[in-house]
């Protein structure tokens, strides 16, 4: 099965914007329970200009990753940025000293994030910058939403976007303006919504078909997540007949399942960076995608 290389981001918009269909996720770049400076910092800023000299021009980022930390690293390694980097990040969540993640989606909350985000990354405008959900937040959905329209309308964001969505959400959100891209966790061994630590994190399964009935790049995070805490033996079946790694079947699995998912999948090793961009490589056939299915 031939898979395609690039997506389109907000291509019914006036300002669409292409970019190259492995992208890099930031969050393991940060310390323990991601949280404070890497353990290795010379190799996160390696693994940041790897990234662009690989050819990766999507790169997912938070002010709440570190917290600041991501945002620091990004801007050190790549700034001056190139034209077609794009830099996308998410508001609504923020961590206390305890690292317990807390919700932080006011509109003055949301204000405080995109300006945080813009001088921390040296940044004028935001591309794109996703709505996080945290589950239990007193703020209603729309309220919020409101505030990243109005910060749109502003000049702050090119494009919105929306995280850790329920199907009721990103239908309420679709009503109230143009969704960019929706950032929910999927992968192979997870693909619907589960009970974590900071609350319910939202499954890709329960909105792929919305996105791509209305052409929006879903963003798997937690990608190579496995929630039976096992080896899936299908995967490692295909790994085997590739003579690949687990994770990467389960990135090439991504990109064959849907032309509208678009990976970012994220580690602190250069080594396995390295692996993971490989994994745009291999093209598996309907039989594979059957038997992974």
Not at 82 to 111: H, M, Q, Y
Not at 122 to 151: N, T
Request: proline content about 4%; charged content about 25%; some cysteine.
């Amino acid at each position: 099965m031939s898979i395609s290389k690039h997506i389109t981001i907000a291509g019914q918009s006036h300002s669409p914007i292409q970019v190259s269909r492995l992208g890099y996720g930031t969050m393991r770049l940060t310390g323990e329970g991601i949280y404070g400076e890497p353990v290795n910092r010379p190799e996160a800023l390696q693994i940041l200009k790897q990234a662009i000299k690989s050819g990766v021009n999507f790169i997912d980022t938070a002010d709440y990753y570190g917290e600041d930390v991501t945002n620091r690293l990004i801007s050190e390694a790549l700034h001056p940025y190139s034209d077609d980097l794009i830099i996308c990040s998410k508001v609504g969540g923020a961590r206390k000293p305890d690292k317990s993640w807390i919700g932080f989606n006011t509109p003055e909350n949301i204000r405080s994030s995109i300006e945080n985000n813009l001088r921390t990354l040296r940044l004028e405008k935001m591309d794109l910058v996703h709505f996080r959900v945290m589950p239990g937040s007193k703020v209603p959905f729309e309220e919020s939403m409101e505030a990243m329209f109005e910060l749109q309308q502003e000049g702050k964001i090119l494009h919105v976007g929306v995280s850790n969505v329920e199907r009721s959400e990103l239908k309420s959100a679709l009503k109230m303006g143009k969704i960019a891209t929706v950032e929910n966790m999927y992968g192979h061994g997870q693909r619907t919504t589960i009970k974590a630590h900071y609350g319910d994190t939202r499954g890709g399964e329960e909105v792929l078909d919305l996105c791509e009935q209305n052409e929006i790049p879903l963003i798997p995070f937690f990608s190579l997540l496995n929630s039976l805490g096992k080896k899936d033996n299908r995967i490692s079946t295909i790994a085997h007949k590739y003579g690949a790694t687990n994770a990467q079947i389960n990135i090439a699995w991504l990109l064959h399942k849907s032309p509208w998912i678009l990976p970012i999948p994220g580690t602190s090793s250069l080594n396995h960076f390295d692996e993971n961009m490989k994994a745009a490589d291999i093209n598996l056939s309907q039989e594979d995608m059957d038997f992974l299915n």
